[in-house]
């Protein structure tokens, strides 16, 4: 068959299986009692997942180089990392909701590389002289599956601040150095989260239990016993509670939602910053090859810096500040628009050194 063919249909093919998809996932969180669209909507994530997989095969057979040369091919480079990421997170998470925020992301690039370049952009050509290096292989697709990690890990805390509404709420604990719920800065951060109600009429009404769960505890102080019973906002109604304002409430259900959407975008974050790292580091090392330079503060250069700096600091206020929730949640979320900026953004606001095979 005619590997050009083969590619038209591919690429046409893989953004219909998106869309699809993208629909099973939406309509599966709407009715989560539908039998089997769950996992309906996971295979056809794999389905598309081979098939961009396909397109760049009979690309790189075709053009005899590996398929990262221009616009077409990376933008489908990226949405198989996404996708593929997305099937790691989803096997983490066990959750249909990585999908929901995922899948449309995933669709809109596909959509965008097959329907709305011109043709004459998704046609391989011979490569420019500087992009004639085996560095090639090594910097661009290690920096895109950076970026696929990072923007999965982006959405992911989205998802996270539109499950709990933007409010801070209780988790578990999935930052290195919180063995607990919160670190006491946390706490003292979050005085919301919990209340402490000291009445008497609270010690009449509720036996106290002996138990090391964090809604209830009792303690001795001095020759007295005092009771303290902690309330969960999570479960108890704020108008029954004096002086509490009245915020939204989060479900059972949402918390540990919300606990499983943090988790998984701290450790899908974790594993993209180090690729973007090595990266970098890549492109330097290529980049003093071509052009006696390792850095020359290139459009695209700068914007990786700020990339890496602002997820640095993501990592560095998770592990070492303990920070869990909307703060890092919030981060994340403007990490995404760095990303995006990033790789597309500097292509089109300027010319630089990364221009060849984009926009200009």
Not at 52 to 70: C, D, H, K, Q, T
Not at 110 to 126: G, R, V, Y
Not at 246 to 256: F, H, K
Request: hydrophobic share 50%.
């Amino acid at each position: 068959m005619d590997l050009v063919a083969l590619q038209s249909k591919l690429d046409n093919s893989s953004f219909l299986v998106l869309l699809v998809t993208m629909l099973m996932y939406w309509i599966g969180a709407a009715f989560p009692a539908i039998p089997y669209l769950s996992a309906l909507s996971t295979a056809g994530m794999a389905i598309a997942n081979l098939c961009i997989a396909a397109l760049l095969g009979a690309r790189w057979i075709e053009a005899s180089y590996f398929p990262l040369s221009n616009l077409y091919e990376s933008l489908f480079f990226l949405t198989w990392g996404i996708t593929t990421i997305h099937l790691i997170a989803e096997n983490m998470s066990r959750s249909r909701l990585v999908g929901v925020v995922t899948a449309p992301v995933a669709m809109s690039i596909a959509a965008f590389a097959a329907l709305t370049l011109p043709s004459e952009m998704q046609h391989s050509e011979p490569l420019v002289p500087a992009l004639k290096s085996n560095w090639l292989m090594m910097h661009v697709s290690v920096m895109m599956l950076s970026y696929a990690a990072l923007m999965v890990g982006s959405l992911l805390a989205i998802a996270f601040l539109v499950v709990t509404r933007g409010q801070n709420v209780d988790l578990r604990g999935s930052s290195i150095g919180t063995g607990g719920y919160r670190t006491k800065d946390d706490q003292a951060a979050r005085p919301s989260l919990r209340l402490q109600h000291n009445s008497e009429a609270t010690k009449a009404q509720s036996p106290i239990i002996a138990t090391d769960s964090p809604t209830l505890a009792s303690y001795q102080e001095g020759n007295s016993t005092r009771n303290t019973a902690v309330l969960d906002l999570a479960t108890t109604s704020p108008s029954s509670l004096p002086g509490v304002p009245t915020t939204p409430i989060l479900s059972p259900v949402r918390l540990s939602l919300a606990d499983t959407l943090d988790n998984i975008s701290y450790r899908i974050i974790g594993l993209g910053f180090p690729l973007l790292t090595i990266g970098i580091i890549a492109g330097a090392v290529w980049a003093n090859e071509a052009w006696g330079s390792y850095w020359s503060w290139d459009p695209k250069e700068t914007w990786a810096l700020i990339t890496w700096l602002v997820f640095a600091a993501y990592l560095h206020a998770r592990i070492t500040r303990g920070w869990q929730g909307r703060r890092p949640a919030i981060l994340a979320s403007t990490g995404f628009i760095v990303v995006w900026i990033c790789y597309l953004g500097v292509n089109l606001l300027g010319k630089g050194l990364h221009s060849y095979g984009w926009f200009f």
